[in-house]
């Protein structure tokens, strides 16, 4: 034991080295990995170590030439040097202490906290050496072993034991983190780390400080056979080699990180790429609904241009079909039907696309046009056959459909339908094909709907036209017949009248009173007779009763005239509630209206009874004029020889300066019924 004490008290220099080679290789290897960017909260604490054993090492290599200076006794030790020296061992200290707070919990919350405790502890010491000073007022070499020996108990144990504390905290977060070989590390640093503080500080140059009397350097040699500075020598070298193999945590996490960045990456990556592919596959979608769209709008114009190019129902009908089918590659054929005027339906047009196969069953395209002219809403035949009513919902799940038939539609009134068929049974029709067919379908309403107005209107000016020719020569058979009654009898009564007065003028000169007596009667009633036809001819140009008395009454006076003259029909006159006078214009319309059903009735109607009923009711007036004659075909009503009157025509022309509507009902030897509703303003009703 003598020879091994003897040893390292002759060696104690390299003892030192080692000493402080390993605790300035402990501060190296902190410093570098301190650098590193880590998620551990134990990377962010690791400068202050990182100094503690750089400043250590320098200490004890400073320690180690005082050592190797005092042998040689070339470098006296001064005041600055020993201050020197005790100051970098309390600075690693306390350096050790920052290290050891700044882990403690709630510190990263706090940090001027851990400063302040640090603070306190080194005032602490400071107090406790300007205590032992004053107290027993030792000299410069006793004071700083005291000093050294408080800094050792005060400064350096709770330091190492703080850290070592700290380094096992730590390791629970290697342990989280999948770590738990590097924990295993930081286990054995924080066992040399209190075997350091524990031991190695315990054991300082014998002092004044309890209990360094006795627990010093020089007892430790004695009983251990070896200095305490090799203790310290070996802690600060497990410190190290331990404490180095924990922060290579660091690098694996790096490497953790640099492969999460590279998973990121390559998800990135594989995003941007789906992104990219999203979005060609969106604008190839797009591309598509254009072409689509561009085909729809070329279909439309083309439509446009066809129903723009004529005014003749069927051949529009033809046009407008054949560019309907050719607008979808799937359609083979086409039909539109309109309304007749009984509530059936009556074929407009057909096409068939060339060499286009057969619609075969479930059904054919005709059913499907006339089901949607009936319901007046949207009908598809499903490829079982079923015809169905095409709701907003009816094509999802890609339902695809046989045939397609949508209503004619203009003025909120349906009077047709259209329906289009596919090729095959194979190639049904989808929503794409609904959505341009309703369009192309309220295209072709709209031009049929117009030509069919053009029609009317054509219709409407050659009636005007023959109305005005009739009425022309209406007014020249009137004048002839006024003429010719007025020749016929007013004038011969009128000529036998002056041949009478001038015979009564000789007569008078003859003085016969009994010849004048029967000249003056003769005269008096060929006066009588010639008033009496001229208010003949005025009251058929227009009966006095009407413009004094009111509608009622004229018609009486007509209708019992009427009888007089023709007593072979029948006619019963009913009037209900009607005002005692009604706008002129409105007892004109319907008083010549009468007079003209009952004249067609006498010669064309060859009917033995005749009916007239005037009612007023909710503002409206209705006459309504019936017989049970030979009727007719109101699709081709008769046409009159000139000088008969005006007939319907008149009639409808009549009625219509006054906003009302006539209504004609007549069948082949079924009678006729004209019906006339005329409306009444709120001011006329309160005359």
């Not at 040689?72 to 306390?94: H, M, N």
Request: charged fraction near 20%.
């Amino acid at each position: 034991m003598e020879v091994i004490v003897r040893f390292f008290t002759e060696n104690l220099v390299y003892v030192y080295f080692f000493y402080g080679l390993a605790f300035f290789g402990l501060g190296l290897v902190v410093l570098l990995e301190s650098g590193r960017a880590s998620e551990f909260r134990f990377a962010r604490a690791l400068s202050p170590l990182a100094w503690f054993g750089l400043i250590h090492g320098v200490h004890e290599w400073f320690e180690m030439f005082q050592i190797f200076a005092a042998a040689q006794r070339s470098v006296v030790p001064t005041l600055a040097i020993e201050l020197f020296r005790l100051g970098t061992l309390v600075g690693s200290f306390v350096l050790l202490l920052i290290f050891g707070t700044r882990l403690l919990p709630g510190a990263e919350d706090h940090p001027r906290l851990s400063y302040l405790q640090v603070l306190a502890m080194a005032c602490v010491w400071a107090g406790g050496v300007a205590f032992v000073w004053w107290r027993y007022q030792l000299d410069r070499k006793a004071l700083l072993a005291a000093a050294d020996a408080l800094a050792r108990y005060s400064l350096a144990i709770p330091g190492a034991l703080l850290a070592a504390w700290a380094l096992l905290r730590e390791r629970r977060d290697f342990h989280a983190r999948g770590m738990s070989q590097y924990g295993q590390s930081l286990l054995w640093a924080a066992l040399a780390f209190a075997i350091y503080g524990i031991i190695g500080q315990l054991f300082v140059k014998a002092s004044i400080i309890f209990p360094s009397q006795t627990l010093n350097t020089a007892f430790f040699t004695r009983t251990f056979g070896f200095p305490v500075q090799l203790l310290r020598a070996f802690a600060g070298i497990g410190i190290a080699l331990h404490l180095g193999k924990a922060l290579r945590a660091f690098e694996a996490e790096s490497r953790i990180r640099l492969a999460r960045a590279n998973k990121a990456r390559i998800e990135a990556q594989a995003a941007a790429l789906e992104a990219q592919q999203r979005r060609a596959d969106e604008v190839e979608a797009l591309n598509a609904e254009l072409r689509v769209t561009a085909g729809e709008l070329t279909a439309l114009v083309d439509m446009s241009r066809i129903l723009s190019s004529t005014m003749d129902l069927h051949a529009l009908a033809r046009s407008a079909l054949k560019q309907i089918v050719h607008s979808f590659d799937r359609a083979c054929c086409a039909v539109a039907f309109v309304r007749r005027p009984d509530g059936g339906y009556e074929l407009l047009s057909t096409y068939r696309r060339p060499q286009a196969p057969m619609p075969g069953n479930p059904p054919p395209v005709t059913e499907v046009s006339v089901r949607a002219a009936e319901s007046s809403a949207a009908v598809g035949a499903g490829l079982d056959g079923e015809v169905l009513m095409l709701e907003a919902d009816s094509f999802e799940n890609n339902k695809r459909y046989r045939s397609l038939g949508l209503p004619l539609r203009a003025n909120e009134q349906t009077f047709g339908s259209l329906a289009l068929s596919s090729v095959r049974i194979e190639e049904p029709l989808g929503a794409d094909e609904l959505r341009l067919f309703t369009a192309l379908t309220q295209q072709f309403a709209t031009a049929v709907d117009n030509v069919r107005l053009y029609q009317v209107v054509q219709e409407r000016e050659s009636q005007l036209e023959d109305l005005v020719r009739k009425l022309v020569h209406a007014q020249e058979d009137e004048r002839q017949r006024i003429a010719r009654e007025l020749h016929d009898e007013t004038g011969q009564k009128l000529t036998a009248l002056g041949m009478g007065l001038a015979a009564l003028e000789l007569t008078l000169n003859g003085n016969d009173p009994k010849r004048t007596h029967s000249l003056l009667r003769n005269l008096r009633e060929v006066s009588d007779q010639a008033i009496t036809e001229l208010r003949n001819i005025m009251a058929n140009l227009r009966p006095a009763q009407l413009d004094d008395l009111g509608l009622a009454p004229a018609l009486r006076w007509y209708v019992g005239q009427y009888q007089a003259t023709d007593p072979d029909i029948q006619v019963r006159l009913t009037i209900d509630k009607l005002p005692s006078r009604l706008p002129p214009e409105h007892e004109t319309v319907l008083f010549r209206i009468a007079q003209e059903a009952l004249t067609n009735i006498r010669r064309h109607a060859r009917a033995s009874q005749a009916t007239i009923r005037l009612t007023h009711e909710n503002g409206l007036v209705r006459l309504e004029v019936s017989d049970n004659g030979v009727g007719f075909d109101t699709k081709q009503p008769p046409r009159h020889e000139v000088g008969s009157g005006l007939g319907l025509p008149g009639m409808r022309e009549r009625v219509a300066l006054v906003s009302g509507r006539l209504t004609v009902e007549s069948a082949a030897g079924e009678g006729t019924r004209i019906m006339v509703e005329l409306p009444l303003r709120t001011a006329d009703r309160s005359q």
